[in-house]
Nanobody, 129 residues
Framework: QVQLVESGGGLVQAGGSLRLSCAASGRTLSSSALGWFRQVPGKEREFVACIRWSGENTYYADSVKGRFTISRDNAKNTVYLQMNSLKPEDTAVYYC??????????????????????WGQGTQVTVSS
């Protein structure tokens, strides 16, 4: 079991920055990859970024590459999503999620929502134009 709690969402103007945090706990945490997804009402949830617990690999959606950075602090069991140069189209509910990661999978594994079995409650990010 893995428990996830997001924080750090809010309202920001276009071009601004926000940092989301995901506090994680659970017995299988050290064998989990942690990712961020986002969802807009009426649309499917989409992958944003992922980091393996070892930190040796990170993955990003094309829409956020160069603007968002995922990182983790293992001592605090926390994963962060630093979001810079925010755009109105980044407005969404952002979810932290955990996927079992006992060994390195193909890259497509980390992008697949179906591989993430634990989810946080979500945090709203609103970017005004």
């Amino acid at each position: 079991q893995v428990q996830l709690v997001e924080s750090g969402g809010g309202l920001v103007q276009a071009g601004g920055s926000l940092r989301l945090s995901c506090a994680a706990s659970g017995r299988t945490l050290s064998s989990s990859a942690l990712g961020w997804f986002r969802q807009v009402p009426g649309k499917e949830r989409e992958f944003v970024a992922c980091i393996r617990w070892s930190g040796e690999n990170t993955y990003y959606a094309d829409s956020v590459k160069g603007r968002f950075t995922i990182s983790r602090d293992n001592a605090k069991n926390t994963v962060y999503l630093q979001m810079n140069s925010l755009k109105p189209e980044d407005t969404a509910v952002y979810y932290c999620a955990a996927a079992l990661d006992l060994y390195r999978h193909s890259d497509s594994y980390y992008y697949g929502e179906r591989n993430y079995h634990y989810w946080g409650q979500g945090t709203q990010v609103t970017v005004s134009s």
